[in-house]
């Protein structure tokens, strides 16, 4: 997967900011601070396409990058920052349901999980709205880097298999954005589903 020209197209709120065309969307789902912009910067070989921040909540809205008119990166608004009033989180569902609800030509949704920790309430609840509606997804631990010693590394990619034990094995898929780990078993993935 060589990404020539990857330009960040529009950051929306409603459906009636949706591109118009019908290009495969590879969807970036996670909760806030995950790494979902990293994520597309490392797919891209960019330092700074998409907008990251060590500060949560950065990314508000539904941003779509376009690659090459082959394809789109969305990454969505993150979810379970604890600070966002409740008006926020309302309007987090919403664009959430709008987007879900839209009929768009959703190819993968890739899940984020913080692999540093175990799956949250609300990371579970949105792998199991994916499953429960048809939407091929896998699971990207991010932050990899993080563990440093080898032994709980490996324990954490044990446990998260049993945390997601409705999740094949082989979809779970460690990254780090910092080395690129995983980056190329990704890249396959998402070439598979495109
Ligand atoms: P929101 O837009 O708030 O939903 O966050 P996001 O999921 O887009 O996260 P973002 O990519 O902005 O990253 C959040 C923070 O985590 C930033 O400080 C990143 O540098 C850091 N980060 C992301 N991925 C990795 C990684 O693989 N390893 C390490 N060590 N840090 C990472
Ligand atoms: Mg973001």
């Known amino acids: 997967m ?4 990857p330009k960040f197209e529009i950051s929306v709120m409603n459906k009636s900011q949706y591109p118009k065309n019908n290009l495969p969307e590879i969807v970036l789902a996670g909760k806030s601070n995950v790494g979902k912009s990293s994520f597309v910067n490392a797919m891209i070989n960019r ?19 376009n690659m090459d008119n082959i394809f789109y990166f969305v ?56 499953q429960a509606n048809g939407y091929e997804f896998i699971v990207v631990m991010t932050k990899a880097d993080k563990l440093k010693k080898k032994k709980e590394y490996n324990e954490r990619i044990e446990n998260s298999k049993k945390e997601m034990s409705f999740v094949p094995e082989n979809r779970i898929i460690p990254f780090s954005s910092e080395t690129g780990a995983g980056l190329d078993t990704l890249k396959k993935f998402i070439e598979e589903y495109l």
Not at 47 to 65: H, V
Request: aromatic share 10%; hydrophobic share 35%; charged share 25%.
């Open 47 to 65: 330092k700074s396409l998409a907008r990251t921040s060590s500060a949560p909540g950065k990314t508000r809205q539904l941003n779509f990058y």
């Open 75 to 130: 990454d969505l608004p993150g979810y379970g920052y604890a600070k966002v009033a409740k008006t926020e989180k309302q309007r987090w569902a919403e664009m959430m349901e709008g987007y879900f609800n839209s009929d768009r030509n959703i190819k993968l949704v890739v899940q984020l999980v913080d692999m540093c920790h175990p799956p949250t309430k609300d990371d579970i609840m949105m792998m199991e709205f994916l």
């Open 2 to 5: 060589l990404i020539k020209n």
